[in-house]
């Protein structure tokens, strides 16, 4: 045996080990050979509560607020609260995001994440707290449409309230004139 045949038998047996791996994680790891380094993928899906025609106007909304700062912010916040000894700059974490790809899945109606990074448990982390982030916001989004809502019913049911008064005074002025 040759040298190179070694060192081809040790290649597959990596990559079999890193398949394993993966598939005894649970995560979705796909492997790209990039340059002289191995890069994994994960991918989060967050599936989005709307109906009809909306599905494809809500999830264009949702996937441009997720390429925000503030957005970004979140889901670092969201892998340091869910990873709090991680020894991962926020640099790093940064540069994986903005690798990272974010598309509408139309059968599903829902998003999909998809981190890249040479760490796969890295890429994993972030794509959950991608989806976790986005989850989150879209609750904010939604409990402050029904803030709005109910405001909006409170301000009716008022302004029938008054009228109805008004309409109770005018009979009773007509009764008593």
């Known amino acids: 045996m040759n040298f190179k045949s070694i060192l081809i038998g040790f290649g597959l047996c990596i990559f079999l080990l890193v398949v394993l791996f993966a598939g005894l994680v649970g995560h979705d790891v796909v492997l790209l050979l990039g ?3 191995w890069v ?3 991918t989060s899906i967050v599936r989005l509560m709307c109906s009809g025609d909306d599905f494809e106007v809500q999830g264009n ?3 441009e607020d997720c390429r925000s700062k503030l957005m970004v912010t979140k889901v670092i916040l969201e892998y340091r609260m869910t990873h709090p000894v991680s020894t991962v700059p926020d640099e790093k974490i940064i540069e994986v995001i903005d690798g990272s790809d974010i598309e509408l899945v139309f059968g599903e109606r829902a998003i999909a994440i998809k981190m890249y990074s040479e760490n796969p448990i890295l890429a994993s982390d972030l794509a959950n707290a991608y989806a976790e982030a986005i ?3 879209d609750g904010e989004l939604r409990k402050e449409e029904r803030k709005k809502a109910l405001a909006r019913v409170h301000e009716n049911v ?3 309230c008054r009228y109805m008064e ?3 005074k005018d009979l009773f002025d007509r009764r008593n004139s």
Do not use: D, E, P
């Open 35 to 37: 340059g002289w380094h």
């Open 40 to 42: 994994y993928g994960s």
């Open 61 to 63: 909304r949702l996937i």
């Open 135 to 137: 989850v989150k916001q």
């Open 158 to 160: 008022a302004t029938h």
């Open 166 to 168: 008004q309409i109770k």
